[in-house]
């Protein structure tokens, strides 16, 4: 039965997968050439904002906007940036990895007008701020029953099916690396989420904020070691990288649509542009014009897929070993020992922790906070908030055991469906961010802190609490 129904997810995923991909390609494109390039020429601004973060943790019990930087960057850089490079690599050949970069390069406007839209429509919550898709789409669309779809899904895929396969990622390194029954993962994993998500969108901050710089600086370190060691084969990856991407070569992968697709798919998983995702984190920081958290969201695209991406596909491409029959996780910890002995795959086994273990807490909130939008303000809430956090530690025990075929698949379904969801809004609402974009530049220029007032959108003036 079950493989009969992951046969059957996977069939429809495809076709559905493609047509998502090119929707948000194209969408990419859109926001590109009416942001005139947005992603590319305030880099320096996304930077300023980044190393000078606005609010506090302890301010009002605010989190900051650099807190909520790495919440969503703690989901993004997950099993994606390791195991799913590796997948890309081995399915669609090594011209995978340039079509992950078109796809952070285009679709990371995506993420800044979501993320801006998330600020914008954000309400005002217990701990913090709260909103994200399901948020904007009820309040500057008024559907909330389409609103209810994206949040039903995100709390599948994100809250809960996501967070088996990060589980079982993180148990099958440790297996391998040091022979840990997967049971003994299962509780320690299984405890450690709980005792975190039971703290609430606070202590997740706090812990993200902790984790995200120190893992992805230290993989990071890793990779410029190996590549500064391999600076004769680099020109060699490249080519092969650009040739495979355009089919000039038969190379692993077989066809160029395929090579694309798999580059599409895993680069959105990994970075999540536009799929919806990151609007819940961004929603939650304090800061004084909603296109400054999206602008600091927008570099997490490029955190994710041009630097930790990167980082996996050079270690891999530079071994030599991807065509050897190795895939997901194991192929990158083989990669790695390649280069550095047999503590190859201790350092991944502790990088994959590090980084999955950060996207089930990131994941988590997702899911939390679209919970909360379901319930609408009912005085039980946090009731089911609670069944909810029950639910995911039995599910990161359960995915620590258990193939993941299945899982993977249902992954791919519900991204389908927030992400067309998500985009749908978007483009619908996107002329509001393009709005607060001349704005927040017409403040620049003139020398100012930029300061959102609701009178820059007056007809949603009532649908902007905050503001």
């Not at 991909?21 to 947005?38: D, E, K, S, Y």
């Not at 340039?98 to 600020?119: D, H, P």
């Not at 536009?274 to 490029?302: C, R």
């Amino acid at each position: 039965m079950e493989a009969l129904l992951t046969h059957f997810l996977n069939t429809i995923n495809d076709p559905l997968g493609g047509l998502m991909v090119f929707l948000l390609a194209l969408t990419g494109v859109w926001f590109t050439i009416q942001t005139r390039g947005v992603q590319f020429r305030l880099i320096g601004e996304m930077l300023r904002l980044l190393f000078r973060p606005e609010g506090t943790s302890g301010e009002g019990k605010h989190v900051s906007s650099f807190q909520a930087f790495t919440i969503s960057l703690a989901s993004r850089v997950g099993t994606g940036n390791l195991a799913g490079v590796a997948t890309a690599i081995v399915i669609g050949g090594p011209g995978a990895v340039f079509w992950m970069w078109v796809m952070a390069l285009i679709g990371s406007v995506n993420t800044f007008v979501e993320c801006t839209l998330a600020q914008l429509f954000k309400e005002r919550a217990k701990d913090s701020f709260i909103g994200g898709p399901a948020y904007y789409i009820t309040k500057g669309i008024g559907k909330r029953w389409f609103a209810s779809i994206f949040a039903v899904a995100i709390i599948c895929q994100f809250g809960l099916t996501n967070n088996m396969v990060q589980a079982n990622t993180i148990s099958s390194a440790f297996t391998q690396a040091f022979g840990i029954s997967p049971y003994w993962m299962a509780a320690a994993l299984t405890a450690l989420a709980l005792l975190i998500v039971f703290g609430g969108i606070q202590r997740i901050a706090k812990v993200c904020a902790i984790i995200v710089p120190v893992m992805a600086l230290g993989y990071l370190a890793i990779a410029v070691w190996i590549v500064l060691t391999n600076l004769t084969l680099i020109p060699s990856v490249l080519r092969i990288i650009i040739e495979n991407a355009f089919g000039l070569t038969p190379v692993v992968g077989g066809a160029i649509g395929r090579t694309v697709l798999m580059g599409f798919k895993r680069g959105l998983f990994s970075n999540e542009a536009g799929e919806g995702s990151a609007p819940n984190a961004a929603a939650t920081a304090s800061v004084s014009h909603p296109v400054k958290q999206g602008l600091i969201q927008t570099l997490g695209v490029f955190t994710d897929t041009l630097v930790v991406c990167s980082c996996t596909a050079f270690i891999i491409l530079c071994s030599g070993l991807y065509a050897d029959g190795a895939n997901g996780i194991e192929l990158t910890q083989i990669a790695l020992s390649h280069h550095i002995g047999s503590i190859g795959q201790t350092l991944i086994a502790v990088a994959i922790l590090f980084f999955a273990f950060s996207s089930i807490i990131g994941n988590y909130y997702y899911g939390e906070s679209n919970v909360a939008f379901l319930c609408n303000g009912w005085r039980h809430t946090h009731y089911v908030v609670n069944v909810y956090r029950l639910v995911l530690g039995l599910l990161v025990f359960l995915g620590s055991l258990m193939t993941i075929d299945l899982v993977w698949a249902l992954v791919d379904f519900c991204m389908v469906i927030m992400t067309s969801c998500n985009l749908i809004a978007i483009l619908i609402l996107g002329r509001y961010a393009l709005r607060l974009l001349d704005d927040y530049q017409q403040q620049r220029r003139a020398g100012r802190n930029p300061v959102y007032h609701a009178s820059t959108c007056p007809e949603i003036a009532d649908k902007t609490e905050c503001w």
